[in-house]
């Protein structure tokens, strides 16, 4: 069997408890406590998706095991991805502008025609 399959759970899990432990015992923290919850979320919602990602390209790559630059990519890829999105929405929006100033363009080339001829 695979260790992708099966995986060190336990081993993670104790990661996780240590990372929330060392959070919880902070000495000063500039975050609000509701701030910190959000916080706490966003770490444990991007560890999984590092996890998830890393061990798709493993899997890609056909390795039994995931390697530290299975991580590095699968985090490159997590972080570049987000930033083409805005870059994505940005172009749609722009096009979409784009279009309505030539529609409105041509309406106003056609309603000068139009008055011309009248």
Not at 63 to 88: F, G, Q
Not at 90 to 114: D, E, H, K, P
Request: proline share 2%.
């Amino acid at each position: 069997m695979s260790n992708l399959d099966h995986g060190q759970g336990s081993e993670l899990q104790q990661i996780i408890e240590t990372a929330e432990e060392q959070l919880r015992n902070a000495y000063q923290t500039p975050f609000t406590p509701q701030a910190f919850d959000n916080l706490k979320d966003k770490l444990s919602e991007y560890s999984v998706l590092l996890i998830t990602e890393a061990v798709k390209l493993a899997k890609r790559h056909k390795s039994e095991t995931v390697s530290s630059t299975h991580v590095e990519h699968a985090s490159e890829y997590l972080v570049s991805s987000s930033s083409r999105k805005l870059y994505r929405h940005m172009g749609t929006f722009g096009a979409y502008f784009l279009v309505w100033r030539a529609l409105t363009f041509s309406l106003c080339i056609q309603q000068t025609n139009f008055l011309r001829m009248a």
